[in-house]
């Protein structure tokens, strides 16, 4: 057993402004993400200006924050923000969904690809590429907090989070952070480099949307369910039911596109 290390969630504390880890760790993401969708656009001599990156990625954060909190809103507590609207804006307080974050992309994506007039799947493969990125920086932070913690456990790797009681756990969040952050990244970008594949757009979007799905339905079986959702239909956790989606959709995309160059050639 791994005792937890108390880390302060506060990274920076100057008084009246204090910088938490996970706000340091979705600007590496954002940071770290723009500046390598700048090389790879470089390296595979795509024709997209530095300008329309930079809208790119700012369209992506509005999307992140405002599908985040209101995917956490709808899909995880929508009975007490329903009773309590004014706490919607209380971002501060927690309370953000990846899926919700997913489809927040999804659209400023899309709207991105219409203002700029360049391909939609040109953008969703750059994004594609480099969300794991941000997705690994969030789950160490969510670690950092000691929070979204895994299930009661024996196991050798388990650990005593100070929010979850006395008893050892599951560190889900680095399981998450390795599965869907850095293993995701290592094999998108081993398949980016394989030219013919990254030459089918739209491919690499449905490997990250098929994989990330998938990796996060499987490390759900070890984190504790939220308390006030608990398990659902079939002993699965919400999680669970909006990563099905993402697999089914993300199996169709690959089919879909692979079919289509296969077409072409």
Partial sequence: MFDFPNINPVAIDLGVIKISWYAISYICGILLSWFLILKIIKFKNIKISNKIVGDLISNCMIGIILGGRLGYVIFYNPEYYFNNILDIFKIWNGGMSFHGGFIGVVIAVIYTSKSSKISLMIFSDLISIVSPIGIFFGRIANFINGELYGKVTNHKFGMIFPKGGNLP?????????????????????????????????????????????????????FREPDIHIGYLYLDFSMGQFLSLPMIIIGLCFIIVFYKKNKNLN
């Fill in 169 to 221: 756990r599951h560190p889900s969040q680095l399981y998450e952070a390795f599965f869907e952050g850095l293993i995701l990244f290592i094999i998108l970008w081993l398949l980016m480099n394989m030219t013919n594949f990254f030459k089918i757009k739209g491919l690499v979007t449905g490997c990250f949307i098929f994989l990330y799905g998938f990796f996060r339905f499987f490390v759900e079986f």
